[in-house]
């Protein structure tokens, strides 16, 4: 009855739930109550542990600023608890980076082919050749 741990393992394992079922909207929920609980408790490995999965909601959700602030809470506190879940924390930061970088570039590449249309004459790709022609003209 007055288990409060239990009770945030209990939230954190129907986040967990949740999440695998891709409802990500109820993991969150699950997860900041769990949270909230560990929290008074002052229970420091359970809030890096809520701090992890709410970052990877963030993650698989496309909020990447979210993603990075609670990945890299949880990961602060595994360091300080010297926890091996830090190493799992970063590898999970490094492929967040990676999609972020992959998502940068994309729209790099994007955009350079606009310019490159705009410069070619409205998508048609002009020889050397004809360039050539068109000045001695």
Do not use: C, W
């Amino acid at each position: 009855i007055g288990d409060r741990a239990g009770v945030a393992k209990s939230f954190q394992q129907i986040g967990n739930i949740y999440y695998l079922r891709h409802d990500y909207a109820a993991a969150l929920e699950k997860y900041e109550q769990s949270l909230k609980i560990k929290k008074k408790l002052g229970d420091r490995l359970g809030i890096a542990n809520s701090y992890g999965q709410m970052g990877l909601v963030f993650k698989v959700t496309g909020r990447e600023t979210d993603a990075f602030k609670y990945l890299y809470h949880a990961m602060a506190i595994f360091n300080q608890l010297q926890s091996p879940d830090a190493k799992t924390v970063m590898k999970n930061l490094g492929s967040l980076k990676m999609q972020r970088n992959r998502k940068s570039l994309m729209r790099l590449t994007t955009k350079r082919r606009r310019v490159m249309k705009g410069q070619s004459g409205g998508g048609r790709i002009i020889s050397r050749s004809a360039i050539r022609a068109r000045e001695v003209a």
